[in-house]
């Protein structure tokens, strides 16, 4: 029996399943911002908060967090017809789709899902009101990488001027 046609056959498919092995590790990590955000997201929603990943909401989060602008967290960001299909359709696609992010966190907030709350649980509340952090929705206060939707915990700083006794959570 000839088994050389049985090993190509192998090596065939596991070559097609190493070669469909990047796409899986970037659905998996669709925490990060995408490859190609749209001007409109860094002009308009970067600009008085962190550009968050899509993926840390699902697409039910981001369609009522769109359509509700005229009122978004006390503030009125509303963005014209256009801007708001684009940015949807953008956010809808890239939306998190895996097991941690299928929950609706309450009033659509990344800061009060069960998955954010995990993560932070060793930081003290006091950390999200002092002066160099002001919230716990302001990511970049802790995480060098957060403008590039990398919150990996390698990156981190110790934000300036805190207490020293508050490292404990950073020392994961």
């Known amino acids: 029996m000839n088994t050389l046609p049985a090993v190509r056959s192998l090596l ?12 899986l590790v970037r659905a998996d990590s669709s925490r990060l911002l995408p490859g190609k955000v ?7 929603c970067a600009a008085c ?10 697409a039910r989060s981001w369609e009522r967090i769109m359509t509700g602008l005229d009122k978004h967290y006390g503030t009125d960001a ?21 097991k941690r992010v299928v929950e609706e966190p309450p009033q659509d907030r990344i800061t009060r899902s069960a998955w954010f709350e995990r993560k932070h649980r060793k930081v003290d ?9 002001k919230s716990a929705a302001n990511c970049a206060a802790c995480h060098t990488a957060a403008d590039k ?13 805190l207490d020293a006794r508050y490292r404990r959570a950073w020392n994961d």
Do not use: C, M
């Open 38 to 44: 749209p001007a409109a997201y860094t002009q308009e």
């Open 78 to 98: 509303s963005l014209d017809a256009a801007t708001v299909q684009q940015l949807s359709a953008w956010l809808k696609v890239n939306a998190g789709t895996y």
């Open 12 to 23: 065939i498919a596991a070559t097609f399943a190493l070669a469909a092995l990047p796409a």
């Open 125 to 133: 509340p006091a950390v999200w009101k002092h002066a160099s952090v």
């Open 49 to 58: 908060h962190t550009a968050y990943p899509p993926g840390l909401l699902p």
């Open 149 to 161: 939707g990398d919150f990996n915990d390698d990156n981190l700083r110790f934000p300036v001027g």
